[in-house]
Each structure stands twice: as structure tokens, then as C-alpha cells.
């Protein structure tokens, strides 16, 4: 009993300190891309540790990723591996659920658009971009990404550790917004 009750003080304070302060229900500074699931052109599975830093905190979690045609689904724990939300993308609608008090540590819009600008093919990450009136830059080697505005300002830039593989180790800096994303594969199924 003490057990569980140190457990769910710990996930508290995990969320708690993760917590942005993202007013969720106003996402208009948040591109929404029209990519569906299935315009990732495969479907795939990832185990991934995130440290985020946002400000002054920095938190950190796992999430398990799966992306099937019809489908993109995200669930994100803590160090513990205590499920704190989950959020799915379906038919062109994002939903999400809180399993913790605190919130949900990044708004869901923010993780949907990460995973967009990270994983998607560039033609069909370009032209949703371009929609949205901004537009993809990548190195010949695909190393590296940048998301650029109408101006030409450098909104995103994510760095491939491995040009060979978008998914070993990963970083992603957001100018526009001010957090930064440290990711690292601990396991990946890819199918076609």
C-alpha cells in the first residue's frame, strides 16, 4: 500500500514538473498539418525517451508511438513507466486523455507536428507545410531539417544524429516556441 502510494506521489510530481504552461484550448499558433496517418507511407512503431526543456525545466518521458494507416497513436509515460496520457489521431481529429493530475506535459497539437516535421517523407511534409505557408529545407545527406516561415526564418531545426536513420538519436529545437526535444530510440518496427 505505502508502495503505491510513493509510486503515485512520484508520477504527481513527474507531471507536475513536466507541466508546460500551454493554454490548450488555444492552438492557433500551433500549424495544424494535413498529413493523415497513412502519408507516412508505412506503418511503424517506436519506444523513444524524451527530454524536453521548456524555459528553466527540463523533464523527461518515453513514449510508445504507433502509426498505422489509419491511425497515429501516442502514449506517454513516466521514468516509472506510469501511463500519464495518451493521444490518438484519427479521421483528422485529435483526441487526448489525462491519466494524472497536472495535465498533459506538451499540448497534443505540439506532439502530433513533431512527429509530422520528424518522420514524414519530405514531398508529402512539404506540401503540407507549404499549405500552411511555411516550407522545408533538408541537407542532401538528410542529416538535417529545417522548418522555415513565409520570411525565410528558421522556425524548426531537427538534427539526425545518423543521416542513415531518422530514428537512432534526434534533436529538435523550436525557435518559435522555445523548447528543445532530445530523443532517443529504444526501440523501433517498422512494416511497409
Known amino acids: ?109 505540439y506532439l502530433i507536428l513533431d512527429l509530422h516535421l520528424i518522420y514524414w517523407p519530405s514531398i508529402p511534409l512539404q506540401e503540407a507545410l507549404e499549405s500552411t505557408g511555411m516550407r522545408l529545407d533538408e541537407t542532401a545527406d538528410r542529416s538535417m531539417r529545417r522548418i522555415r516561415d513565409i520570411h525565410g526564418n528558421v522556425l524548426t531545426e531537427i538534427l539526425y544524429k545518423s543521416a542513415h536513420s531518422r530514428f537512432d538519436e534526434i534533436s529538435v529545437a523550436h525557435f518559435d516556441h522555445g523548447y528543445r526535444l532530445n530523443i532517443r530510440a529504444i526501440g523501433l518496427r517498422r512494416s511497409e
Open 1 to 109: 500500500m505505502r508502495q503505491n502510494f510513493i509510486a503515485l506521489a512520484i508520477a504527481c510530481l513527474v507531471s507536475a514538473c513536466g507541466h508546460q504552461s500551454v493554454n490548450q484550448s488555444d492552438t492557433s499558433a500551433v500549424p495544424r498539418l494535413a498529413l493523415e496517418p497513412r502519408s507516412l507511407g508505412h506503418s511503424l512503431s517506436l519506444s523513444q525517451l524524451v527530454t524536453g526543456e521548456y524555459g528553466d525545466r527540463t523533464y523527461q518521458m518515453r513514449y510508445e508511438i504507433d502509426i498505422q494507416p489509419e491511425r497515429l497513436g501516442v502514449v506517454g509515460l513516466s521514468p516509472l513507466g506510469i501511463t500519464l496520457f495518451t493521444i490518438i489521431q484519427e479521421r483528422g481529429v485529435i483526441t487526448s486523455k489525462v491519466f494524472v493530475p497536472g495535465g498533459i506535459p506538451i499540448d497534443p497539437d
